[in-house]
């Protein structure tokens, strides 16, 4: 480790170290109703790390004194905290606060955060919260609202900075001074034509290095990048992560711009898809984003169940392949302690290779039409692995297991791993692709499904070769 890496993680663990005393302490004034005390430290935390010490004193003190906390906020600061709990907390808040209370978090929130909120909320709540909002505002959040889960229209906001085309950089910039700190993002603004159709962008970097006199027309970029308000948000995540924007606009079917979205959504968004992924390749159906400790043994046994059902189920055609060459296996017993080397190394090559393939894909790397190229890859992977890995076992059956009839038994273990091999890395590679061909999420194509699947193949792969060179057909 460098001097500079140990250093930095020296800074973290004393940053952590210092909000944990922080935390402590504010907890242990609020238990000794110390209030103007805990207040003082509790203001002058960031939001982030104040809705950690609001989660923490739901947990310690429960929601009673909590509340109280949460109370002490002022309301701006309160805003930016609600938005950040989970909706567990944000309900608990819900219940214990007046409706006037409520009506002003939602107002000091951002649009986009309100939006998120609005949509977990039950609708007797939601009414209170449309009660009130002015006639405009129920408007634009109802619109909001009819956009699909998980496109780009529930993930934008209209919170943005527009500028006239016939405007010099002066009007710009004192446009920007106005109505910046309403605004999601100052660092780029969008220019619409009288029908507001998305003409393009002016960068916060042109505008304040550029005379005030210059006209506004003259900075316009219109070779721009944008997602429609439909798209779903993993290709609206994939834009951003290749173009590295901080914003982007989001259009309608008639190009008029609608809102914009910006990276901190965006980064929400990964993360949901990461676990996503992660939950599928191991085999879970998940229905939300809980942690882990706040999601019931029941809600767990029902994300589990059908994944394991399903696998038992396709395992058990694996079954019948064994006991079809029962009397294979009686006549060549030997074969037996082979049978779970060769079905673990088909499930792991076939794993190896579906891993990097659904990466590939969730990166932009590779897409379906890239199928020929990913076969034939992995085609010479496998070779080299299955010739490498058969070389070994060979010799080890021939020098230290010396089984009856070891050289036929040594040909039989090692052409099948070599096929096994080859077939589990195909299969593996081509999944995914395929998935994502048909629309299916390629990460339900990962290892539970593809390791039971390379078993079946093994044994048949396995039995047949063994009759051939044993003559027992």
Same mark, same amino acid.
């Given at each position: @480790?460098?001097?500079? /890496?140990?250093?930095?993680? /020296?800074?973290?663990?004393?940053?952590?170290?210092?909000?944990?005393?922080?935390?402590?302490?504010? =907890?242990? =004034?609020?238990?000794?109703?110390? $209030?103007?005390?805990?207040?003082?430290?509790?203001?002058? =935390?960031?939001?982030?790390?104040?809705?950690?010490? %609001?989660?923490?004193?739901?947990s310690e003190l429960g929601i009673e004194m909590? !509340?109280? =906390? %949460?109370? @002490?906020?002022?309301?701006?600061?309160?805003?930016?905290?609600?938005?950040?709990?989970?909706?567990?907390?944000?309900?608990?808040?819900?219940?214990?606060? /007046?409706?006037?209370?409520?009506? *002003?978090?939602?107002?000091? @929130?951002?649009?986009?955060? @309100?939006?998120? !909120?609005?949509?977990?909320l039950p609708a007797t709540v939601v009414d209170k919260v449309l009660a009130?909002? *002015?006639?405009?505002?129920?408007?634009?959040?109802? *619109?909001?609202?009819? $956009?699909p889960e998980n496109s780009a229209g529930s993930l934008m906001t209209p919170d943005y900075i527009e500028l006239k085309q016939d405007w010099t950089v002066g009007d710009a910039l004192a446009h920007i001074k106005q109505v910046g700190m309403d605004s999601e993002t100052v660092y780029t603004c969008y220019v619409k034509d009288r029908g507001r159709k998305l003409i393009g962008i002016v960068s916060l970097r042109n505008l304040v290095t550029y005379d005030a006199d210059t006209s506004i027309e003259e900075l316009i970029v219109s070779d721009i990048v944008y997602v429609g308000v439909y798209d779903d948000q993993e290709k609206v995540s994939e834009t951003f992560t290749k173009y590295g924007f901080l914003a982007m606009p989001v259009v309608d079917n008639e190009h008029r711009l609608v809102g914009i979205?910006?990276?901190?959504?965006?980064?929400?968004?990964?993360?949901?898809?990461t676990t996503e992924d992660i939950e599928r390749m191991g085999g879970v159906i998940s229905a939300d984003d809980r942690e882990y400790f706040d999601t019931s043994v029941l809600r767990h046994y029902r994300n589990r169940f059908p994944w394991l059902i399903l696998l038992m189920c396709s395992a058990m055609l694996t079954g019948l392949v064994i006991e079809h060459y029962e009397l294979l296996l009686q006549d060549v017993v030997s074969l037996t302690m082979y049978l779970p080397l060769l079905m673990g190394t088909g499930g792991n090559s076939g794993s190896q290779a579906s891993t990097l393939i659904i990466r590939g894909l969730a990166l932009g790397e590779i897409g379906p039409s890239d199928a020929l190229r990913v076969f034939w890859k992995e085609f010479r992977i496998s070779i080299l692995l299955g010739a490498s890995l058969s070389a070994i076992n060979f010799c080890k059956i021939i020098m230290l297991d010396r089984p009856d009839d070891a050289l036929f038994v040594a040909a039989t273990v090692c052409i099948t791993q070599i096929l096994v091999i080859c077939l589990a890395k195909c299969i593996g590679g081509l999944l995914p692709l395929l998935a994502k061909r048909i629309g299916v999420d390629p990460a339900l194509m990962a290892s539970p499904f593809i390791s039971t699947l390379t078993d079946t193949f093994a044994c048949l792969i396995y039995f047949n070769l063994a009759a051939l060179f044993f003559h027992l057909m």
């Open positions: @480790m460098s001097d500079q /890496t140990e250093a930095n993680a /020296t800074g973290r663990n004393e940053l952590e170290s210092a909000f944990e005393e922080t935390q402590n302490r504010i =907890l242990g =004034l609020m238990a000794a109703k110390k $209030y103007i005390h805990a207040r003082d430290e509790f203001m002058a =935390l960031n939001e982030v790390d104040a809705a950690d010490v %609001f989660e923490e004193a739901e909590a !509340v109280i =906390l %949460f109370r @002490m906020l002022p309301k701006d600061s309160a805003a930016e905290v609600f938005s950040r709990l989970d909706s567990d907390n944000q309900l608990s808040i819900i219940d214990k606060i /007046t409706d006037s209370e409520l009506g *002003t978090i939602m107002q000091e @929130m951002d649009f986009d955060d @309100m939006i998120d !909120v609005i949509e977990e009130k909002s *002015t006639p405009g505002e129920r408007k634009l959040i109802n *619109t909001f609202l009819n $956009y979205i910006t990276v901190d959504d965006i980064m929400r968004v990964v993360e949901e898809e």
